[in-house]
Nanobody
Framework: QVQLVESGGGLVQPGGSLRLSCAVS????????MGWYRQAPGKQRALVAA???????DYADSVKGRFTISRDNAKNTVYLQMNSLKFEDTAVYYC????????????WGQGTQVTVSS
C-alpha cells in the first residue's frame, strides 16, 4: 500500500502562484511514474503533469510553460509549481503513483483544492 498526501492548495488570484506537495510513503525511485491530475466538478479527472523514475516529464498542453513538476528523492516528495494561474485551473488536484513491474497499480492521494479567483 502506497500512501500519498497532498498539500499546498488554497485560494489564489489570477496570475498568482502555488506549489503543491505530494509526500509518498515509499522511495519514489521505485515508482514508475508520479503524476498530478485535476478534476473540476462534473468533469473527468485529467492529467496535469507527470514525471518518470528516470526524470522525464510530460505536461498537459494547457499548463505547458506555466507548471513545473519536480521531485526530491531524499524527501520522497513530488512537487507541482503552478505559476500564472488562471480561472480554469480551479480544481481538486490529486497526486498519483503508478507502482509495479509486470502488474501495475495506481494509488491516489486525497486531493487538495486549488481555487483561482479574483
Amino acid at each position: 500500500q502506497v500512501q500519498l498526501v497532498e498539500s499546498g492548495g488554497g485560494l489564489v488570484q489570477p496570475g498568482g502562484s502555488l506549489r503543491l506537495s505530494c509526500a509518498v510513503s515509499r522511495n519514489i525511485f521505485s515508482i514508475n511514474v508520479m503524476g498530478w491530475y485535476r478534476q473540476a466538478p462534473g468533469k473527468q479527472r485529467a492529467l496535469v503533469a507527470a514525471i518518470t523514475s528516470g526524470g522525464s516529464t510530460d505536461y498537459a498542453d494547457s499548463v505547458k510553460g506555466r507548471f513545473t513538476i519536480s521531485r526530491d528523492n531524499a524527501k520522497n516528495t513530488v512537487y507541482l509549481q503552478m505559476n500564472s494561474l488562471k480561472f480554469e485551473d480551479t480544481a481538486v488536484y490529486y497526486c498519483n503513483a503508478e507502482v509495479g513491474l509486470i502488474t501495475k497499480y495506481d494509488y491516489w492521494g486525497q486531493g487538495t483544492q486549488v481555487t483561482v479567483s479574483s
